[in-house]
T-cell receptor, first 114, second 116 residues
Framework: AQSVTQLGSHVSVSEGALVLLRCNYSSSVPPYLFWYVQYPNQGLQLLLKYTSAATLVKGINGFEAEFKKSETSFHLTKPSAHMSDAAEYFCAVSGTSGTYKYIFGTGTRLKVLA | EAGVAQSPRYKIIEKRQSVAFWCNPISGHATLYWYQQILGQGPKLLIQFQNNGVVDDSQLPKDRFSAERLKGVDSTLKIQPAKLEDSAVYLC??????????????FGEGSRLTVL
C-alpha cells in the first residue's frame, strides 16, 4: 500500500526566507510523486511531479523538489518566499501503471510573514 | 481547453436530506475521481472511474453515497440521506489515464456542502 506523510501541518516563514515543506512516502513499487497547491476556495493545482526521470524536479512559481529514494522523501523547497505563496500544499503519491490511484497527504498550510 | 467543471459550487441542506453533485471532466480524459476534503484535511478518495467502470470505491460509504459515470463522460455523486459529518468540499478530478497518462490530476473548483 502507498502512503505519504507530511511533517508539519502549519509552517510560517518570513518573506524572502527559504521555504521547506516536508514529505515522506511509502511505496512497494517505484512511485510517481507530486506536489499540489490549493488556494482558498479553489481546487488543487499541480506544482511539480516526479515520474522517474530527473530526481531534482523544478515546478512553477520557483518551487522545486528532490526525490531521495534512500530517505523516501520528496521535500518541496523555494529559495525565497513571496507573500503570494501563502496557501495549502499537498504531497501525493501514485502508482506508475494500472489504475493510477492517488493518495494525498494531510497538507501543510504555509504562512508568509511580511 | 476547458477545465473540469463542477456544480453546484455551494449547497446547504439539513441532515437526512439528499444532494447531488455533478462533474464534467476534461474532454478525452478516461479517468475520473471524486474526493472528499474535510476542512483541515487532505483529499480522501471516494471513488475512481476508468471510462464508465469503477476502479476503486473502497472508501465510499455505500449505505448513503452513490456515484455513476454514464457513457464514460460526466459523473454524478449523490448523498442520501446526508449526515452532519458529510459537510466537506467534494472535489472532482480527471486524468488522461492509461495509454496517455501524464501523472497529473486536473481538479475542478469543488462543491462545498454544509449539512445543518
Amino acid at each position: 500500500a502507498q502512503s505519504v506523510t507530511q511533517l508539519g501541518s502549519h509552517v510560517s516563514v518570513s518573506e524572502g526566507a527559504l521555504v521547506l515543506l516536508r514529505c515522506n512516502y511509502s511505496s512497494s513499487v517505484p512511485p510517481y510523486l507530486f506536489w499540489y497547491v490549493q488556494y482558498p476556495n479553489q481546487g488543487l493545482q499541480l506544482l511539480l511531479k516526479y515520474t522517474s526521470a530527473a530526481t531534482l524536479v523544478k515546478g512553477i512559481n520557483g518551487f522545486e523538489a528532490e526525490f531521495k529514494k534512500s530517505e523516501t522523501s520528496f521535500h518541496l523547497t523555494k529559495p525565497s518566499a513571496h507573500m503570494s505563496d501563502a496557501a495549502e500544499y499537498f504531497c501525493a503519491v501514485s502508482g506508475t501503471s494500472g489504475t493510477y490511484k492517488y493518495i494525498f497527504g494531510t497538507g501543510t498550510r504555509l504562512k508568509v510573514l511580511a | 481547453e476547458a477545465g473540469v467543471a463542477q456544480s453546484p459550487r455551494y449547497k446547504i441542506i439539513e441532515k437526512r436530506q439528499s444532494v447531488a453533485f455533478w462533474c464534467n471532466p476534461i474532454s478525452g480524459h478516461a479517468t475520473l475521481y471524486w474526493y472528499q476534503q474535510i476542512l483541515g484535511q487532505g483529499p480522501k478518495l471516494l471513488i475512481q472511474f476508468q471510462n464508465n467502470g469503477v476502479v476503486d470505491d473502497s472508501q465510499l460509504p455505500k449505505d448513503r453515497f452513490s456515484a455513476e459515470r454514464l457513457k464514460g463522460v460526466d459523473s454524478t455523486l449523490k448523498i442520501q440521506p446526508a449526515k452532519l459529518e458529510d459537510s466537506a468540499v467534494y472535489l472532482c478530478a480527471s486524468s488522461s489515464g492509461a495509454g496517455g497518462h501524464t501523472g497529473e490530476l486536473f481538479f475542478g473548483e469543488g462543491s462545498r456542502l454544509t449539512v445543518l
